[in-house]
């Protein structure tokens, strides 16, 4: 079934540890993103990418960390995981990252640093 | 103040009401308008894009006013099946493609 996974789905982390959310998606799609959700706040944009090969920050970006070495994969990594980073966090991807493309989202990790 | 902003209600209205609520945005200068629909601890999925004439889907009629800054979602005939979190979404400007999200208004349909 086309769409986007994301491994883990929870994750309880100690903070300070190192961790990569994993974020796969089979559409072809070329702009991948990272949001965290918190409650009372909307989706905030944590990094994107256009295309295979570039990143970009987001609106939120200190802390995380991603790359793109290849159209159907983007880990978001957490070099020094920190409890303001406990977060449900979704990838993204949109065929062109155009203005009126449609976003279609992962299932979301959710994560705690405690 | 923030870019998008919502009522975060909740709306809690019977079966076969309808329910309307707006979104205001910050910048005169957005171009594209969305409707996200986030079920309960799931992913936000499409729900319907915005345009400047207004448009239906349906149950659902949205409406753009540029000239005060708001779009709103009208649900008609409400089942329950339609409880769920509606998110406001507006890009920043031409040519960029990144989302703002309002936080959502929830709406629980009951019996």
């Not at chain 1, 970009?56 to 070099?79: H, I, Q, W």
């Not at chain 2, 509606?86 to 960029?96: E, F, I, Q, W």
Request: contains cysteine; positive net charge.
């Amino acid at each position: 079934i086309a769409g986007i996974t994301q491994a883990p789905t929870s994750q309880i982390l100690a903070a300070g540890r190192r961790m990569t959310l994993r974020c796969t998606q089979d559409m072809r799609h070329n702009a991948m993103y990272w949001y965290r959700q918190d409650l009372g706040l909307g989706l905030r944009l944590i990094h994107y990418s256009n295309t295979a090969g570039t990143t970009g920050k987001g609106e939120v970006p200190d802390g995380y960390s991603v790359s793109r070495a290849n159209t159907d994969d983007f880990p978001l990594t957490l070099a020094s995981a920190v409890p303001s980073q406990t977060s449900v966090y979704f990838c993204a991807s949109s065929s062109s990252g155009g203005t009126t493309d449609t976003q279609y989202f992962g299932p979301g990790t959710r994560l705690t640093v405690l | 103040r923030k870019e998008v902003e919502q009522d975060p209600g909740p709306f809690n209205v019977p079966e076969g009401a309808t329910v309307a609520f707006n979104c205001t945005y910050s910048n005169s200068a957005s171009q594209s308008f969305f409707w996200y629909r986030q079920d309960c601890r799931k992913e936000p999925k499409l729900l319907m894009s915005v345009y400047s004439s207004g448009n239906e889907d349906g149950r659902f009629t949205a409406q753009l006013n540029r000239a005060s800054q708001y779009i709103s979602l009208l649900i008609r005939d409400s089942k329950l099946s339609d409880s769920a979190t509606y998110l406001c979404v507006v890009t920043k400007a031409t040519n960029d493609y990144k989302l703002s999200f309002g936080a959502g208004t929830t709406v629980t349909v009951r019996a």
